[in-house]
């Protein structure tokens, strides 16, 4: 009888920050997020909303302090690119579901403006029926383990927002016609069913056969970083990799507080000074420089919204390997 060769136990590490992941195909959000999460031996992570494994693109890991501000990935803009297959529908509206119809594409039906139309028909508010091959939630069960059943469950409309879109006529293998979208949309929207009902008010159905998120909440796929090329890198080099926390706060009014009123902050007490009214504002401390937390500031107070807490500011002033790392916002108020 031969011995099981012991387990070799990761040693985790406190890791503060944002790594902007270009997520492969066939890896769901939590696949990525783990194999991530493993590579930089952090001890707290989390993603910023799923994306399909038959989807690629920008996926936002947050780790330690930076979990506490994913709700505002979740909640951002997205930009997707898109392929949409015409003339066949399927099970989970792309490409890994079953064929459900085949139906004749007259190419000299989709004209400009027959495109311009459908453009124009998805844009600005609609209302979207999630697919039943998703993870929302029906009595405490995601629906695609309904649908994996052979289980429909009746789901209302959701109304969501088309910022813009734009609709090309392409072709995909053998000279199939497809449709190639470029959307940025509200959270919730679902591509998937985007193109299903593209094809539908084209009479001829479609499913996807391509989809790639290129940008969420300003963040485009160009400063993001592969799986293959974390995993062919040093340590130190992937560490470099994660952003600081305030990449998340990028559209935020910026405050700064002396010593004494940073501590008073952290403690959760209002702050006094001369603050125009803004919803959403990043507060940092001037001496060390450093990331306090989150506020909004009405009528002259500044109040806090999530804060970070000590340990996690003196972790992130010495960083991963207990290095200075600076935290100095870009500019104060």
Same mark, same amino acid.
Request: charged fraction near 20%; include cysteine.
């Given at each position: 009888?031969? $011995?099981?060769?012991?387990?070799i136990r990761?040693?985790?590490?406190p890791?503060?920050?944002v790594?902007?992941?270009?997520k492969?195909?066939?890896?769901?959000?939590?696949?990525?997020?783990?194999?991530?999460?493993?590579?930089?031996r952090?001890?707290?992570?989390?993603?910023?909303? /799923?994306l399909?494994?038959l #989807?690629?693109g920008?996926l936002?890991?947050?780790f330690?302090?930076a979990?506490k501000f994913?709700?505002?990935?979740?909640?951002? %803009?997205k /930009?997707?690119e898109?392929? !949409?297959l015409l003339g066949? /529908?399927t099970s989970t509206?792309?490409a $890994?579901g079953e064929?459900?119809?085949?139906r004749?594409?007259d190419p #000299?039906?989709l /004209?400009? $403006?027959r495109l #311009?139309?459908v453009?124009?028909?998805?844009t600005?508010?609609?209302?979207?029926?999630p %697919?039943?091959?998703?993870?929302?939630?029906?009595?405490?069960k995601?629906?695609?383990?309904? !649908?994996?059943? +052979?289980?429909e469950?009746e789901?209302?409309a959701r109304?969501v927002e088309?910022h813009?879109?734009n609709?090309?006529l392409?072709?995909a293998g053998q000279a199939?016609?497809a449709i190639?979208i470029r959307?940025?949309?509200?959270?919730g929207?679902y591509?998937?069913?985007l193109?299903e009902?593209?094809g539908?008010?084209?009479?001829?159905?479609?499913?996807l056969?391509?989809?790639?998120r290129v940008?969420?909440?300003?963040i485009g796929?160009?400063?993001c970083?592969t799986?293959?090329?974390?995993e062919?890198?040093?340590?130190d080099?992937?560490?470099?990799?994660?952003?600081p926390v305030?990449?998340?706060?990028? +559209?935020?009014a910026?405050?700064?507080?002396?010593?004494?009123?940073?501590?008073?902050?952290?403690?959760?007490?209002?702050r006094?000074?001369?603050? %125009?009214?803004?919803?959403?504002?990043a507060?940092? !401390?001037?001496h060390?420089? #450093?990331?306090? +937390?989150v506020?909004?500031?009405?009528?002259g107070?500044?109040?806090?919204d999530r804060?970070?807490s000590?340990l $996690?500011?003196q972790?992130?002033l010495q960083?991963p390997?207990?290095a200075?790392?600076?935290?100095e %916002?870009?500019?104060t108020?």
């Open positions: 009888m031969t $011995e099981r060769a012991p387990r990761v040693q985790r590490r890791v503060h920050g790594l902007l992941l270009d492969p195909l066939g890896f769901s959000s939590n696949d990525a997020l783990q194999k991530v999460k493993w590579l930089l952090a001890e707290k992570a989390g993603h910023t909303g /799923t399909d494994p #989807a690629s920008v936002p890991l947050c330690g302090a979990t994913s709700q505002l990935q979740l909640d951002a %803009p /930009t997707y898109a392929v !949409a066949v /529908t509206g792309d $890994e064929v459900l119809q085949r004749e594409v #000299a039906q /004209t400009p $403006e #311009a139309a453009q124009a028909q998805f600005g508010p609609i209302r979207q029926v %697919p039943m091959h998703s993870a929302l939630k029906k009595d405490g995601a629906l695609y383990e309904y !649908a994996r059943a +052979g289980v469950v789901r209302p109304d088309i813009a879109l609709l090309a392409t072709q199939q016609p190639k959307v940025q949309c509200s959270k929207t591509i998937r069913t193109g009902d593209i539908q008010a084209l009479g001829c159905g479609a499913h056969s391509f989809l790639r940008e969420t909440g300003g796929v160009a400063r970083v799986l293959a090329q974390l062919a890198m040093a340590e080099e992937r560490l470099a990799c994660v952003q305030q990449t998340l706060l990028a +559209g935020h910026v405050v700064t507080l002396n010593e004494q009123d940073a501590g008073r902050f952290l403690s959760g007490m209002r006094r000074g001369p603050w %125009p009214d803004a919803g959403a504002v507060v940092y !401390a001037e060390p420089p #450093a990331l306090l +937390g506020a909004h500031a009405r009528q107070e500044l109040i806090p804060l970070l000590p $996690e500011i972790q992130i960083g390997q207990g200075p790392c600076g935290a %916002p870009s500019k108020h």
